[in-house]
């Protein structure tokens, strides 16, 4: 028996990755390779995301998303008609020289004072909304509000808006009861107006929101692919029996990681049999390291190193330094600038030189967007000047920011996405900054409550627009007697999103001491949480094996996660077993092997 393989490639890219697959294929089976690779025309790789954002602030603004959804007059073409004054000032239409026509809310004396529609929420459904926004002066955050019930105030998202351009604002909220709610804006200076236009809140049920999500995993995570069963003469042959056996998931979904790794056999088990990504949660901060000043101890983490090295887990570095002053070592605190420079150069220079080709990443600066404990003593660049000299010693890895809230609390100001991306954007520009391979890290810690989905989505929307990396990087959600569901959510919300290369989740089983998300009871029996996380890796990565039979057309369709497979084709008669190797990846939209079978 032989085996042909013949690939309908989309997209050039991977041409020699597959070349070199069916080539070891081929010669395997003949003495002269006769693999056909056949180009069917160069790929309009159906990538593109439905969901629009932008980081930009435009001359002017696009039409309302979902055509403005619930939201009435949302264009303005009917002068300020179903909207009102939310608190004092006024509201009026204005028409700009292009002859758009938006709304103004103007002499406001409260931050909350702005235009505002009443609107009917429904117990379960997801909302995302979306707006463009402008000051009449200088620039500042712009919020969208809910206020639910006639009194609960629930922020929905916020945009950094500024005078002389549009900048589009997306969020949403997810309506845990039913009832009337009112929409509007807030912005701190009540002495400027604020502008807005095409306003959008389109609803959605559990059920849709589902189903994008999977629709966007088939285009995202996920190729066809077609087995085309032959005999020598190239007539189709039914009734082979083809097995695909996943064996590596490309999509790095893992998991953190402590000390008690190293003592703790029933761990050890539970974890290699799951992860091949990991984070330490404390064990590489500065404050574990060199707990005295001038003593260094990596004893752990070198260990901890060591023991993922054995096991084929890779390591993102976590975290050189720490932005808010009370995770720093104790006697960091207290150094003066001069001081402190000194000891953050021997730091960064000690376990980034000591990690360099062990770990596949750094968290450089963590936290800081929020806090600014380096940047106070030492200046406005502190943090880009570190991710320079991150770069200089370690040029090959991705250098991340890494933050909290930005996902997962829409009401969340301050690490809200547009200052992250603010912050990211100083840190890009610093002179020589431009050659660093930047990511975006994203901590991920959920506390109680429904998780917001559409301020979740939208916030990745928006941090995506920047054509960089994302990670969720500590995922965890509060313990609660939803939790199992709610970070099933989050996590296929992660999952489903183009703009999300990676998840770490903080997270892990009871005899480690991660008791916030615990997936193993102190028996090592699985949690509910645990039993969502096990389906997930099987879902999206070691499983399940498929077993298929080949048509009367010789052919079977499937659709395969991205990764690497063994695969058997066994002939229905002579029951001659042939093996191959087959890498699925997201450069291919569509995959065609050909397989040709004689006894
Ligand atoms: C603005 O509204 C607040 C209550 O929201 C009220 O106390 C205050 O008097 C109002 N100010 C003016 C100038 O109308
Ligand atoms: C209202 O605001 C406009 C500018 O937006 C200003 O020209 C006008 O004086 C204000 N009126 C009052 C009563 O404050
Ligand atoms: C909504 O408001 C009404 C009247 O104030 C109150 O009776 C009801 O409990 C509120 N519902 C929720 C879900 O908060
Ligand atoms: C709805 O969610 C909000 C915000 O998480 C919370 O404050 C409120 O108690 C919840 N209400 C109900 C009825 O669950
Ligand atoms: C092709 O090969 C198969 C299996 O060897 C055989 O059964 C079939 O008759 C052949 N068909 C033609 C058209 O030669
Ligand atoms: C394992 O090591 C940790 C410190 O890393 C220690 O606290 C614990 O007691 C050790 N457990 C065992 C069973 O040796
Ligand atoms: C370094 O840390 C390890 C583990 O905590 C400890 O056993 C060892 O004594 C320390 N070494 C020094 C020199 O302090
Ligand atoms: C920070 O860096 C910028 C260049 O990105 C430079 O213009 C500015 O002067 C620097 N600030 C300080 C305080 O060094
Ligand atoms: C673990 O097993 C022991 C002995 O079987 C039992 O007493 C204990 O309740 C179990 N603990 C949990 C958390 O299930
Ligand atoms: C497939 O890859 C495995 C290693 O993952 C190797 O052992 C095996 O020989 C390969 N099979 C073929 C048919 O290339």
Not at 187 to 209: A, C, H
Not at 326 to 349: E, Q
Request: hydrophobic content about 35%.
């Amino acid at each position: 028996m032989c085996i042909v393989l013949r690939e309908v490639l989309y997209n050039t890219m991977m041409i020699s990755d597959k070349m070199k697959v069916a080539t070891e294929f081929c010669n395997l089976l003949f003495t002269t390779t006769s693999v056909i690779l056949l180009f069917s025309g160069l790929g309009v790789d159906s990538m593109a995301y439905d969901y629009f954002s932008t980081t930009e602030c435009m001359r002017e603004p696009q039409r309302a998303q979902y055509g403005g959804g619930i939201i009435v007059n949302p264009g303005f073409d009917h002068n300020i008609e179903s909207w009102t004054v939310f608190g004092n000032g006024t509201i009026e239409e204005r028409i700009s020289n292009d002859g758009n026509r938006f709304i103004v809310a103007r002499n406001r004396t409260q931050s909350l004072d702005s235009f505002s529609q009443k609107i009917q929420l429904k117990k379960g459904l997801i909302y995302v909304f979306s707006g463009w926004f402008q000051l009449s002066e200088g620039s500042d955050t712009v919020s969208v509000v809910f206020k639910l019930n006639g009194s609960e105030m629930v922020k929905g998202g916020h945009v950094i808006a500024k005078n002389g351009c549009w900048s589009f604002l997306k969020g949403g909220v997810v309506a845990n009861f039913s009832s009337s709610a009112q929409i509007h804006f807030e912005s701190n200076n009540p002495n400027v107006e604020i502008w807005g236009d095409s306003v959008s809140l389109q609803p959605f049920t559990k059920k849709q929101w589902r189903s994008h999500q999977d629709n966007s995993i088939e285009r995202v995570r996920k190729s066809r692919v077609r087995f085309h069963v032959t005999n020598v003469n190239k007539t189709s042959l039914e009734g082979a029996k083809i097995v695909i056996k996943p064996t590596k998931p490309n999509f790095p979904f893992g998991c953190g990681m402590n000390h008690n790794i190293l003592n703790n056999t029933e761990y050890q088990k539970w974890f290699v049999s799951r992860f091949k990504y990991t984070t330490f949660t404390n064990e590489m901060k500065w404050y574990s390291t060199e707990k005295i000043q001038g003593i260094e101890n990596y004893t752990i983490a070198d260990a901890m190193v060591e023991f993922n090295r054995r096991n084929g887990i890779s390591v993102r570095g976590h975290t050189i330094f720490w932005d808010d002053m009370k995770f720093n070592p104790v006697w960091v605190k207290t150094l003066s600038p001069r001081g402190l420079r000194k000891a953050a150069a021997k730091r960064i220079n000690s376990i980034v030189l000591r990690y360099k080709g062990k770990v596949i990443a750094w968290d450089v600066m963590n936290e800081n967007v929020h806090y600014r404990f380096f940047e106070d003593k030492l200046g406005e660049n502190a943090s880009a000047i570190y991710y320079s000299k991150a770069h200089e010693l370690d040029p090959t890895v991705p250098m991340f920011m890494n933050e909290f809230n930005t996902i997962a609390y829409s009401g969340e100001k301050i690490a809200s996405p547009a200052n992250y991306v603010k912050k990211l954007k100083e840190i890009m520009e610093f002179p020589g900054n431009d050659r660093i391979p930047f990511a975006i890290g994203l901590q991920g810690h959920f506390s109680q409550g429904q998780p917001n989905l559409a301020y979740m989505r939208s916030s990745l929307d928006f941090l995506g627009a920047t054509g960089l990396p994302i990670w969720l990087t500590e995922t965890s959600m509060d313990p609660q007697p939803q939790q199992a569901e709610y970070f099933e959510e989050v996590l296929r919300e992660a999952y489903s999103h183009p703009a999300v290369k990676g998840i770490i989740m903080f997270a892990g089983p009871a005899q480690a001491g991660f008791l916030g998300t615990l997936l193993a009871d102190q028996n090592f029996t699985i949690t509910p949480t645990g039993q969502v996380v096990d389906n997930l890796i099987h879902e999206w990565g070691t499983g399940p094996t498929h077993t298929l039979i080949s048509d009367t057309t010789g052919i079977v369709d499937i659709s395969l996660n991205h990764g690497d497979y063994d695969v058997t084709v066994t002939h229905p008669v002579t029951q001659y077993i042939q093996n191959l190797n087959l890498s699925v990846n997201k450069g291919l939209s569509h995959q065609n092997i050909h397989v040709k079978v004689h006894a």
